[in-house]
Nanobody, 121 residues
């Protein structure tokens, strides 16, 4: 089983920055894709940014392009989300997701517990 632990959320004023971190732990696993999702009250969970570990290809939700950056430290099985120029509409619980394989071969998709990001106007 792969366990994800997020950190870095908090309260920030509009225009400010936050960096979220998500560390994966477990045994005998390989992560192929890591991503950040978010869910605001009354809304469905949505994909914010994703990254493929081999090659580093990324994708972003249109509304965060140019403001958010996803990156990984593969040696530490950690994914980051650098969030700049934050807006009140970025307020949500942010969830980390990792997908890949455990050994013997079995696919997995794990979620973190979520971290609250609140942007005040």
């Amino acid at each position: 089983q792969v366990h994800l632990v997020e950190s870095g959320g908090g309260l920030v004023q509009a225009g400010g920055s936050l960096t979220l971190s998500c560390a994966a732990s477990g045994s005998n696993f390989r992560i192929d894709v890591m991503a950040w999702h978010r869910q605001a009250p009354g809304n469905q969970r949505e994909l914010v940014a994703g990254i493929i570990r081999d090659g580093g290809s990324t994708n972003y939700k249109d509304s965060v392009k140019g403001r958010f950056t996803i990156s990984t430290d593969n040696a530490k099985n950690t994914v980051y989300l650098q969030m700049n120029s934050l807006k009140p509409e970025d307020t949500a619980v942010y969830y980390c997701n990792a997908a890949g394989m455990t050994y013997p071969a079995r696919s997995f998709s794990s979620w973190g517990q979520g971290t609250q990001v609140t942007v005040s106007s």
